[in-house]
């Protein structure tokens, strides 16, 4: 049997752990950072998804004949867990009558993103 003595070279058990700490904190820390990453990433996702879907709904109602009220563009079933609601208010000025009409988009039933926007008769 052979014996390790103090003055050969090695690591002792506690410079291994030492080690092995560091580490595993350095692998902790990159993974909450890919953790983090990837949902900002989706909620960046879900903001421009939302902020098209407004853009677009709101050149849906500036192409329909003037109304009271407008029913939303059906919205692409790949976008299926996204909806819109229109409201429309009246701004009634001299010349003639104007239209304030609020585009809100919602994803899962939460609402993401509004976009404002007015229409003339």
């Given amino acids: 049997m052979?014996?390790?003595h103090r003055n050969q070279p090695g690591f002792t058990l506690i410079e291994t752990l030492?080690?092995?700490?560091?580490?595993?904190?350095t692998a902790l820390f990159f993974v909450n950072s890919?953790?983090?990453s990837s949902?900002?990433?989706a909620?960046?996702?879900?903001?421009?998804?939302?902020?098209n879907l407004a853009e677009y709904q709101m050149e849906y109602v500036k192409n329909q004949d003037y109304s009271t009220s407008y029913e939303p563009a059906?919205?692409?079933e790949a976008y299926g867990n996204y909806?819109?609601?229109?409201t429309v208010s009246a701004v009634n000025v001299r010349d003639g009558n104007i239209q304030?009409?609020?585009v809100v988009i919602a994803h899962h039933g939460i609402n993401v993103t509004s976009l404002q926007g007015y229409k003339l008769n």
């Fill in 2 to 4: 052979k014996f390790i």
């Fill in 18 to 25: 030492v080690a092995l700490a560091l580490v595993s904190a």
């Fill in 34 to 36: 890919l953790s983090t």
């Fill in 39 to 41: 949902s900002l990433s």
């Fill in 43 to 51: 909620s960046i996702d879900e903001d421009e998804t939302a902020k």
């Fill in 74 to 76: 059906p919205i692409p």
């Fill in 83 to 86: 909806t819109a609601n229109i």
């Fill in 100 to 102: 304030k009409v609020t």
